[in-house]
T-cell receptor, first 115, second 109 residues
Framework: EAGVVQSPRYKIIEKKQPVAFWCNPI?????LYWYRQNLGQGPELLIR????????DSQLPKDRFSAERLKGVDSTLKIQPAELGDSAVYLC?????????????FGPGTRLTVL | GQNIDQPTEMTATEGAIVQINCTYQ??????LFWYQQHAGEAPTFLSY??LDGLEEKGRFSSFLSRSKGYSYLLLKELQMKDSASYLC??????????WGAGTKLIIKP
């Protein structure tokens, strides 16, 4: 069974440029998460989807970040414009549901460098 | 506020045993997870505890005491491939995972 797929794996951009990340969750997983992870830190939740509905986006900086999950499968996370402090690894994870026993499975992440 | 504490770094010898501790203070509790993360890779699931006690899975075991807000991950017969960061995460009352910063484990021959 294929795992969570993310692209691109690496992205280098100049500040003020836009950038987008794509995620394809494990087949059949209804819940999708976007996390940001800085070096030496744990993941920080940005947004959680239940099917196509964003059920928790309280940590998403909405002035520059946006996300969508069309048809409840693939998802895209966008930053516009990017700032130096956005340099991090952006992880996508999925789970069957959003409950306590639903293990989250992570993709390989996108390492973003903003110059 | 919500807080997960774990040591920043630990060193152990190949073949030995190491215990990585995690203490937590969260808004509610719906289980505690341990993940392994090799450098430059995604976190991978190791264990889940929701009831007090020890869960054993091969060379890895995880313990939970809810009254003390405490867990540990025990790794036996250490191998060089166990060099990684180990992340403790607690699911709070909103079913959101609160993550610790991770413990970097260095294995020496």
């Amino acid at each position: 069974e294929a795992g969570v797929v993310q692209s691109p794996r690496y992205k280098i951009i100049e500040k003020k440029q836009p950038v987008a990340f794509w995620c394809n969750p494990i087949s059949g997983h209804n819940t999708l998460y976007w996390y940001r992870q800085n070096l030496g830190q744990g993941p920080e939740l940005l947004i959680r989807y239940e099917n196509e509905e964003a059920v928790d986006d309280s940590q998403l900086p909405k002035d520059r970040f946006s996300a969508e999950r069309l048809k409840g499968v693939d998802s895209t996370l966008k930053i516009q414009p990017a700032e130096l402090g956005d340099s991090a690894v952006y992880l996508c994870a999925s789970s069957l549901g959003g409950g306590a026993t639903d293990t989250q499975y992570f993709g390989p992440g996108t390492r973003l460098t903003v110059l | 506020g919500q807080n997960i504490d774990q040591p920043t770094e630990m060193t152990a010898t190949e073949g030995a045993i190491v215990q990585i501790n995690c203490t937590y203070q969260t808004s509610g509790f719906n289980g505690l997870f341990w993940y392994q993360q090799h450098a430059g890779e995604a976190p991978t699931f190791l264990s889940y505890n929701v009831l007090d006690g020890l869960e054993e899975k091969g060379r890895f075991s995880s313990f939970l005491s809810r009254s003390k807000g405490y867990s540990y991950l025990l790794l036996k017969e250490l191998q060089m491939k166990d060099s990684a960061s180990y992340l403790c995460a607690v699911m709070d009352s909103n079913y959101q995972l609160i993550w610790g910063a991770g413990t970097k484990l260095i294995i020496k021959p």
